[in-house]
């Protein structure tokens, strides 16, 4: 396990201890997510936790949740999540949020919409002054005329590029539509957001803005950083 991995884990091992038994918990996208769906798998296995259901963001994390015994929701049931966690790509001083790198931004967005209290666990070197400083962020579009809706964001963005697999073919996301990686300019968040979301041709954003509860930050010596809004 390299350091960094050994940083995510650490945190998101400190976020189950927040999980109660019968809660509904939504479960994130990425590799710091599948820690804490271990972690939770490993407490039903030894009793400390029961009667979970979990809500996944991606197949991946579906996967994995199923592998280690969470019971899941399926996608056309209505839903209230108590408790989710899930990772970033960036956390700001006010614990906004950049989201997206593993694709599945819109359905994070739904999940986190739906939960009572929202846990985001990271590695430390995700804490920056400013959004946009280390990851691009992430614009998901429908695929149906995409180079419109490129020429549209870039009037609000300096630069948004096509998301591509190894292959060469662009990336498609588990709802279907493409990704354009975008340069994050200094701006006031809050306008760019709506600006964003308001574009033709636009399905979401990686923009994460106030919904972020609490922040738990893994660091290299093993301790965690707690941050609350």
Same mark, same amino acid.
């Given at each position: 396990m390299t350091d960094v991995e050994a940083w995510k884990r650490q945190a998101a091992e400190r976020a189950v201890e927040w999980v109660e038994p019968g809660m509904v918990v939504g479960l994130g996208t990425g590799t710091t997510a599948v820690w804490a769906v271990r972690r939770i798998?490993? %407490?039903l296995a030894d009793?400390?936790?029961? !009667?979970i259901v979990g809500? &996944? /963001?991606? /197949?991946a994390t579906a996967e994995e949740a199923e592998r280690v015994g969470i019971r899941l929701l399926g996608d056309d049931v209505p839903w209230e999540i108590d408790f989710t966690i899930d990772g970033a790509d960036e956390v700001d001083p006010a614990l906004h949020l950049l989201k997206g790198g593993g694709g599945a931004l819109l359905r994070e967005k739904l999940l986190i919409a739906a939960a009572r209290h929202?846990?985001?666990?990271?590695?430390?070197?995700? @804490?920056? +002054? =400013?959004?946009? /400083?280390?990851k691009a962020l992430p614009v998901e579009v429908v695929r149906f005329a995409w180079p419109s809706t490129r %020429?549209?964001?870039? +009037? @609000? *963005?300096?630069?948004? #590029? @096509?998301?591509?697999l190894p292959d060469a073919t662009p990336v498609? #996301? !588990?709802?279907?539509? =493409? *990704?354009? !990686?975008? /340069?994050?300019? &200094?701006? !006031? *968040?809050?306008?760019?957001a709506t600006a964003l979301k308001s574009t033709l041709g636009v399905v979401e954003h990686g923009l994460f803005l106030d919904q972020a509860d609490?922040?738990? *930050?893994?660091?290299? +010596?093993?301790?965690?950083?707690?941050?609350?809004?």
């Open positions: 798998g490993e %407490r009793g400390t936790l029961h !009667d809500v &996944p /963001t991606a /197949t929202v846990l985001i666990v990271a590695e430390s070197p995700k @804490l920056v +002054d =400013h959004l946009g /400083t280390t %020429r549209r964001l870039l +009037d @609000l *963005l300096p630069s948004a #590029t @096509l998301r591509l498609i #996301t !588990d709802e279907g539509h =493409h *990704l354009l !990686d975008c /340069t994050l300019p &200094p701006a !006031d *968040l809050g306008p760019l609490e922040v738990l *930050l893994g660091h290299p +010596d093993g301790s965690v950083q707690h941050l609350r809004r």
